[in-house]
């Protein structure tokens, strides 16, 4: 089963980005996927969770201006995400989450990931 992230870009601060995740190899609608993000120079960073039931989570900066969702006939998370800020530049990754989101904090654990499953990420850039 592998993931890959995609529909990064650039984008001014203000606007949105829809990113995607599809799964390939395996059905998705088993399975929890987060999403996280790392930005030069800095930790990586939980940005969001989906449980295969469809419950969502969002760490604390997210909130209110990201949302998260699923196709499973798509076999695809996606990640909405508006009135992007500089500080959201990073590359973001999904992956399985192996507790089905359940504990997640937004803080990143390598724990939590199922090796081999992601990918290389997409570039999020947003300029001020």
């Known amino acids: 089963v592998q993931l890959q992230a995609s529909g990064g870009g650039l984008v001014q601060a203000g606007g949105s980005l829809r990113l995607s995740c599809t799964m390939s190899?395996?059905?998705?609608?088993?399975?929890?996927i987060q999403w996280f993000r790392q930005a030069p120079g800095k930790e990586r960073e939980g940005v969001s969770c989906?449980?295969?039931?469809?419950?969502?989570y969002f760490g604390d900066s997210m909130k209110g201006r990201f949302t998260i969702s699923r196709d499973n006939v798509k076999n695809t998370v996606y990640l909405q995400m508006n009135a992007l800020k500089p500080e959201d530049t990073a590359v973001y990754y999904c992956?399985?989450?192996?507790?089905?989101?359940?504990?997640?904090?937004?803080?990143?654990?390598?724990?939590?990931?199922?090796?081999?499953?992601y990918g290389q990420g997409t570039q999020v850039t947003v300029s001020s």
């Open positions: 992956a399985r989450d192996i507790f089905g989101c359940v504990g997640w904090t937004g803080t990143f654990l390598r724990s939590r990931l199922v090796k081999g499953t």
């Open positions: 190899g395996g059905a998705l609608d088993t399975y929890a």
């Open positions: 989906i449980s295969s039931d469809g419950r969502t």
